[in-house]
């Protein structure tokens, strides 16, 4: 019976000290490394206030968003957001103002926002622009994780074309949107409990052992 109980301690305590182990190990190969995700889209000719089909007076955008992937539970996410256009030549100037990020992910077929962030927008060269306060703050809820996570873009500007008439709009948003990414549950502190767990039972073993194998001590 001793024995038994003495096999059964031995293997949950081995499976502490592994789960532990490889909860740490995945931990370390999983780290955040700097990520960068592009989304692309074309705004439309709204030349005459009209949508048209004359493709010089379309605008191609490109979103290039740098952060850490992956994401983890519960964690605030930083993203630093270059925006650049390449205006048709009917486009004499392209204004954007404010820039707003999604995270989204698809339930049952739907399109759903999970949290997101907005921010102003400033020059930073030609037909280029970037976040005036830069990095923006994404937070989502303890509880979201999983995997198929995505991000979106929506985008305030105005278009002046070459014979003189422009277009404000609010809330455009192009049709691609970033590949799907996961969001982690980090398992780290469930491994270092499971350690200290392990280095417990180990020692509460070892030390009545121990003491069973000290030689007796002669009386004179």
Do not use: C, K
């Not at 400033?122 to 970037?130: E, F, K, N, V």
Request: hydrophobic fraction near 45%; charged fraction near 15%; avoid cysteine.
């Amino acid at each position: 019976m001793v024995r038994a109980r003495t096999i059964l301690s031995v293997a949950a305590i081995a499976l502490l000290l592994g789960d532990g182990a490889f909860a740490l190990l995945l931990t370390a190969t999983t780290a955040p490394r700097p990520a960068s995700l592009t989304i692309e889209g074309t705004f439309p000719d709204y030349d005459g206030g009209r949508l048209g089909s004359n493709s010089s007076n379309r605008v191609a955008f490109t979103f290039e968003i740098a952060t850490m992937l992956p994401w983890y539970r519960g964690q605030v996410q930083a993203l630093s957001i270059a925006l650049t256009a390449q205006p048709g030549p009917g486009v004499g100037l392209v204004q954007p103002t404010t820039l707003s990020v999604h995270l989204q992910r698809w339930d049952a077929g739907i399109r759903t926002t999970l949290t997101g962030d907005l921010e102003p927008l400033t020059a930073a060269g030609p037909s280029r622009w970037t976040t005036a306060n830069t990095p923006m703050y994404i937070s989502p809820n303890a509880d979201v994780a999983g995997s198929s996570f995505f991000l979106a873009v929506a985008l305030n500007l105005t278009v002046e074309y070459q014979d003189g008439s422009s277009y404000r709009v609010g809330g455009w948003e192009p049709d691609a949107r970033t590949t799907f990414y996961d969001i982690r549950t980090d398992v780290a502190p469930f491994g270092v409990v499971a350690l200290v767990a392990g280095g417990i039972g180990t020692a509460l073993m070892v030390v009545p052992w121990r003491r069973g194998r000290r030689p007796a001590i002669r009386q004179v």
